[in-house]
């Protein structure tokens, strides 16, 4: 059986068995520590650019759901392709039994052109990247090779945004914007449920000639301080005193429109099991996350406060203003893959749209 295998930047090889579509590709290697939630995990654009290793070793298993729309959105899944640049796995299963499944997880990924590699010592990796932060990396095989690059060097959300405006639900109680900034269906599916017209804009958009009640700052991937134009249309909302709702990339383009810092986290947090407590009254949610970058709470001006902060490693979880209608999670609250324990957030910012 042919091999393939995970270099590292810093020289380190995972040796595994190739599937999936056969190409060498670069990115910067992740992990993520959920048990379930594959399709969702891989369609969502926050992973654009990256290797993804998942430590659960059972991966594959309920297969892939059949394509469905509703509201002109794939359900099951959070964008209409897959984001990651491959995937490595410990545990590769082959043979999927789900009543809704339709294909596996491995011709999957050949129809959309994506390399993986399983049967790797994810343990290790994972220690790995703990210890020594999330790098570049790349899959390689014995006559395919290519250079190692660092995505976080480039414009990740330009390749993630859509390029025009696009108008869901005509006639909703009220009517909100949502920058792309690479957004994930479910986002816009919880909006839409409470009845809200979503406008879905390109991360550049000037949208403040649109007649709209607030602003959704949504997920992405890459540095927010590379989102320059988002940041100053944020500012200018801001002025006019718009509600104003970030979630995870949003809510640090959301800081640094109030003059707070962001930082690059060592290994960053991807899984849906991530405890936030919130500040004040220390009640603790368990939360689904994927984002690499933080807003710095020492750095948060005089009229913002700290709304959560992560109790693995203390970092800043959200964000708010003390008397207007701004504030921003880093966690997803839209919670796909689940748990959904946050979705009040969207009810807050729904309040706060009436």
Same mark, same amino acid.
């Given at each position: 059986m042919e091999k393939a295998k995970l270099v590292l930047e810093d020289g380190s090889e995972f040796t595994g068995i190739p599937f999936g579509t056969?190409?060498?590709?670069?990115?910067?290697?992740?992990?993520?520590?959920?048990?379930?939630?594959?399709?969702?995990?891989?369609t969502d654009p926050s992973y654009k650019g990256q290797i993804l290793a998942m430590t659960y070793?059972?991966?594959?298993?309920?297969?892939?759901?059949?394509?469905?729309?509703?509201?002109n959105l794939l359900v099951n899944f959070e964008s209409d392709s897959i984001q990651v640049n491959a995937l490595v796995l410990s545990d590769l299963s082959r043979n999927f039994s789900h009543c809704q499944s339709v294909i596996s997880l491995e011709e999957w990924m050949k129809q959309h052109g994506i390399p993986g590699l399983y049967n790797v010592d994810t343990r290790s990796l994972t220690k790995k990247l703990r210890e020594n932060g999330t790098m570049p990396?790349?899959?390689?095989f014995e006559d395919l090779d290519t250079e190692i690059e660092d995505p976080n060097k480039t414009d990740l959300v330009s390749s993630v945004s859509i390029r025009k405006p696009v108008l869901f639900r005509k006639n909703g109680s009220k009517k909100i914007v949502i920058i792309d900034c690479g957004v994930k269906n479910?986002?816009?599916?919880?909006?839409?449920?409470?009845?809200i017209s979503v406008l879905l804009c390109p991360h550049d958009h000037d949208f403040l000639n649109e007649q709209i009640d607030g602003v959704v700052i949504s997920?992405?991937?890459?540095?927010?301080?590379?989102c320059k134009r988002t940041i100053?249309?944020?500012?200018?909302?801001? =002025?006019?005193?718009?509600?104003?709702? %970030?979630?995870?990339?949003?809510? /640090?383009?959301?800081?640094?429109?109030?003059?707070? =810092?962001?930082?690059?986290?060592?290994? %960053?947090?991807?899984?849906?099991? /991530?405890?936030?407590?919130?500040?004040?009254?220390?009640?603790?949610?368990?939360?689904s996350q994927n984002h690499g970058y933080a807003v710095d709470s020492n750095t948060l001006k005089e009229d913002w406060r700290e709304w959560f902060y992560n109790m693995n490693d203390g970092s800043n979880e959200g964000i708010i203003h003390i008397s207007k209608p701004f504030f921003g999670t880093q966690?997803?609250?839209?919670?796909?893959?689940g748990p959904d324990d946050t979705e009040f957030v969207f009810d807050m910012f729904t309040r706060a749209l009436k």
């Open positions: 056969r190409k060498a590709v670069s990115g910067e290697v992740v992990f993520n520590t959920g048990m379930t939630g594959y399709p969702e995990s891989l070793p059972l991966i594959g298993n309920y297969g892939i759901f059949q394509e469905q729309r509703e509201d990396g790349k899959i390689v479910s986002i816009i599916r919880a909006f839409l449920k409470r009845d997920n992405g991937p890459g540095d927010p301080e590379m100053e249309n944020v500012k200018k909302a801001m =002025e006019k005193c718009l509600p104003i709702l %970030g979630i995870c990339l949003g809510s /640090q383009i959301l800081g640094l429109a109030s003059g707070a =810092e962001t930082y690059k986290l060592k290994y %960053g947090h991807r899984s849906h099991n /991530q405890p936030c407590a919130e500040s004040g009254t220390k009640r603790c949610y368990i939360t966690f997803h609250p839209e919670a796909s893959p």
